[in-house]
């Protein structure tokens, strides 16, 4: 079934001509970009595009479709203008980064901007104290699997962080290797169970072998590493705190961002990934 995302992808790719780019403008992996066009094409029983490893180009009923979907997308776009606008409770994890989506929680949002992670967002919407959620783990990950729906928004990479006077600040990429014998400062699992199994897998070690010193928030976060020298996080921006830095993996790792809701909600959630993309 040919969903809005799928028209997106399409346009995305046919403008840029490169799956990467594509999958930049729309906050996804480039696997997921081209998976998205994979669908459409079987969806549509015709491919799209001609590929080669090193350039993107629309076949002859690719070019002929794309008028149409352009259109469409300008029909709905004009549409959602003259509706007015959604009136949601949103909840999120407090270090949403991609300013596409921040932009479309404030839009849609109709009270004060509440915070929380993990299970706890699983419950706001289950005890409906809120009615969309957006976090760093699927509904499955969270144990809310049949509970509630949950879509992909975005894949982002993700950093090591360590103080700006470490050894390993010097560095262009940190590999686990690196990080051995070091103290780790995360959220429990329960807060962010996505990334966290990213970072125990990146690590190769067992949670036993880590020496994680669990943390409640941002501020924690940082004040626990001042006082363990030599101690390292994970984040998903290079924007950090000023006595802080963040290094990119290797290999590279990457975290996604997820949209929840209850089942039911699906075209809320459907919605909110349209104003998504629109910004």
Do not use: C
């Amino acid at each position: 079934m040919i969903n809005l995302r799928h028209l997106q992808a399409f346009v995305f790719v046919a403008e840029e001509q490169h799956f990467s780019r594509a999958a930049e403008r729309a906050f996804v992996s480039p696997a997921t970009m081209s998976g998205r066009i994979k669908e459409f094409e079987r969806a549509l029983g015709y491919e799209v595009f001609h590929r080669t490893s090193r350039h993107v180009e629309l076949t002859p009923k690719g070019a002929t479709l794309l008028g149409f979907v352009r259109d469409s997308l300008a029909l709905l776009d004009e549409g959602f203008s003259q509706q007015p606008a959604m009136s949601v409770r949103v909840i999120s994890t407090p270090d949403v980064q991609p300013p596409a989506i921040l932009s479309a929680i404030h839009h849609i949002n109709d009270q004060p901007f509440n915070l929380g992670y993990g299970i706890d967002l699983g419950r706001a919407l289950l005890e409906d104290r809120a009615d969309l959620a957006v976090t760093w783990s699927s509904p499955s990950e969270l144990g809310f699997d049949g509970a509630l729906i949950g879509e992909p928004i975005a894949t982002v990479d993700m950093f090591a962080v360590v103080a700006v006077d470490d050894e390993l600040a010097s560095l262009d990429r940190i590999s686990a290797s690196q990080l051995e014998d070091r103290e780790a400062v995360l959220f429990g699992r329960s807060m962010s169970p996505g990334p966290f199994d990213t970072i125990l897998a990146f690590l190769g070690r067992p949670v036993s072998s880590v020496g994680i010193m669990a943390v409640h928030s941002q501020a924690g976060m940082a004040a626990k590493m001042l006082d363990h020298p030599g101690s390292f996080t994970f984040g998903s921006t290079s924007i950090v705190a000023p006595n802080l830095k963040a290094i990119p993996l290797d290999p590279p790792q990457s975290t996604t961002y997820w949209a929840l809701a209850r089942p039911g909600d699906e075209a809320l959630i459907e919605r909110f990934l349209t104003y998504v993309a629109e910004y």
